[in-house]
T-cell receptor, first 113, second 115 residues
């Protein structure tokens, strides 16, 4: 089955700096890669996603890049703010009729003042 | 608020007991998913239902079972509970439940504590 590795497990940046979180996946059949943000005690919320026919996608301060050859994708957050502090999960879906999301192990991002 | 509701919010029980967690999907969503989130295991996919039928199975123990009813709400039954079953259990829903075609929206979760 699919295996998703995520690095780093914790990341501390100063407010205004950029943060980058990287994920690699194992199954080349995966074609959809969402990113979820989870604040302490809350539900995971989708913040951005990318499909395998696209190399990059941006939404304001958030961007995701995908390298299908290397089987890795990354989340980039620019001009970080304290409210960006949360745990971020990457995920991958194996193509087919079922949506079996395989999550990475999460990155705890701390944005300090 | 994602529109997905889960009850109860918290559940405390003893080892060996059985509990039922309930999930109501967003209006119009036909597919329901269950996930387990524990400190050492991260978010693990358990099972998916689409319009009442099981569609995909993940790392779900034999002591756990689920079903989706005609009104599309779903229940996750956990039996012979062990200390290691203590976790946050999330339900998510999506319109079609097809890989990569629709977004999964998560409910607020049920925190299960097994003593």
């Amino acid at each position: 089955g699919e295996n998703v590795e995520q690095h780093p497990s914790t990341l501390s940046v100063q407010e205004g700096d950029s943060a980058v979180i990287k994920c690699t996946y194992s199954d080349s059949a995966s074609n959809y890669f969402p990113w979820y943000k989870q604040e302490l005690g809350k539900r995971p919320q989708l913040i951005i996603d990318i499909r395998s026919n696209v190399g990059e996608k941006k939404d304001q301060r958030i961007a995701v890049t995908l390298n299908k050859t290397a089987k890795h994708f990354s989340l980039h957050i620019t001009e970080t703010q304290p409210e960006d502090s949360a745990v971020y999960f990457c995920a991958a879906i194996i193509t087919g009729t079922a949506s079996k999301l395989t999550f990475g192990t999460g990155t705890r991002l701390q944005v300090t003042l | 608020d994602s529109g997905v509701t889960q009850t109860p919010k918290h559940l405390i029980t003893a080892t060996g007991q059985r509990v039922t967690l309930r999930c109501s999907p967003r209006s119009g969503d036909l597919s329901v998913y269950w996930y387990q989130q524990s400190l050492d295991q991260g978010l693990q996919f358990l099972i998916q239902y689409y319009n009442g039928e099981e569609r995909a199975k993940g790392n779900i123990l034999e002591r756990f079972s689920a079903q989706q009813f005609p009104d599309l709400h779903s229940e996750l039954n956990l039996s012979s509970l062990e200390l290691g079953d203590s976790a946050l259990y999330f339900c998510a829903s999506s319109v079609w439940g097809l890989a990569g075609t629709d977004t999964q929206y998560f409910g607020p979760g049920t925190r299960l504590t097994v003593l």
